[in-house]
């Protein structure tokens, strides 16, 4: 058995445009439904939606049929939680707050077996080999393992240079509402100063070879993202999606007292 195809890093290195969805229901029916509408990547997110090991399993279960690649995100970078995601199957990896150049190469030896890292062998335990169906899997993982660290804090951005540079890291992923809280312009990413640091963050990646990433649900910021060189965008999030669905239609026969537009802080 041959090692399963990681479109979304192949898609990296070919710099096309690759434009994903939130998925925070945290149930495989809701991913599936999800994964079935086209989107190029699909984020299953297990730092605020309310996923652990198995609820992310079953997500990556039942995606697999369709084109929509899943990225994982993880709670933080402890790396036994990056072991137990990695032997479930994921392939792409996005880790939060990431503010140095030492955090992203300890994240890098998580992902990778010794003498590169440090992940522990589960050979035929694991889903991430096919019960040891995929040949030579430990020798080979790393081809089709991604990388992808959240730049969203100040220290972060002042530090993206030498994050970026780090072999092993596939891209980066700037977080606005993380980035604008931290620069005290809580639920305003679109401040003069978090755009200035946003771009920054993006040329410095660009600058080290890798891509850049962000969550921008709103059209004008992420066309004007995409302009500045993000090439895996997020332009939607199903729970948002959902509840502005619902508004709406309910809207058209009862208006709603306190209607207001969609909030941009994400």
């Known amino acids: 058995?041959?090692?399963?195809?990681?479109?979304?890093?192949?898609?990296?290195r070919q710099g096309a445009s690759q434009y994903g969805i939130w998925a925070g229901f945290a149930t495989g029916y809701a991913a599936e439904i999800v994964a079935?509408?086209?989107?190029?990547?699909m984020l299953i997110d297990g730092e605020h939606a309310p996923n652990t090991v198995p609820s992310v399993l079953n997500q990556l279960q039942a995606v697999a049929p369709y084109s929509t690649a899943p990225v994982v995100r993880a709670v933080n970078g402890d790396a036994n939680l990056i072991k137990q995601l990695l032997d479930i199957g994921a392939q792409t990896l996005m880790i939060p707050m990431v503010e140095t150049a030492?955090?992203?190469q300890a994240l890098v030896r998580a992902m990778r077996y010794p003498p590169h890292g440090i992940r522990g062998v589960g050979g035929g335990l694991t889903r991430a080999t096919r019960w040891d169906g995929v040949d030579n899997y430990l020798?080979?993982?790393?081809?089709?393992?991604c990388l992808i660290v959240q730049v969203e804090s100040r220290l972060g951005v002042d530090n993206v240079e030498a994050i970026a540079a780090v072999e092993g890291v596939d891209a980066v992923f700037i977080g606005p509402a993380d980035l604008s809280i931290g620069l005290g312009h809580a639920g305003?990413?679109?401040h003069p100063e978090v755009q200035e640091r946003i771009q920054h963050?993006?040329?410095a990646t660009l600058a080290a070879g890798k891509a850049c990433g962000i969550l921008a649900p709103n059209e004008e910021d992420?066309?004007?993202y995409q302009a500045w060189g993000c090439r895996f965008i997020a332009v939607a999030i199903d729970i948002s999606l959902l509840r502005q669905s619902a508004l709406s239609t309910l809207a058209r026969y009862r208006p709603a007292?306190?209607?207001?537009?969609p909030s941009r802080t994400y």
């Open 188 to 190: 305003n990413p679109s």
């Open 139 to 145: 020798n080979t993982a790393h081809q089709e393992l």
């Open 36 to 41: 079935s509408t086209g989107y190029d990547w």
């Open 257 to 261: 007292a306190d209607a207001k537009a």
């Open 1 to 12: 058995m041959q090692m399963p195809h990681n479109a979304f890093k192949a898609g990296l």
């Open 201 to 203: 963050a993006v040329n």
């Open 102 to 104: 030492e955090q992203a």
């Open 222 to 224: 992420a066309r004007r």
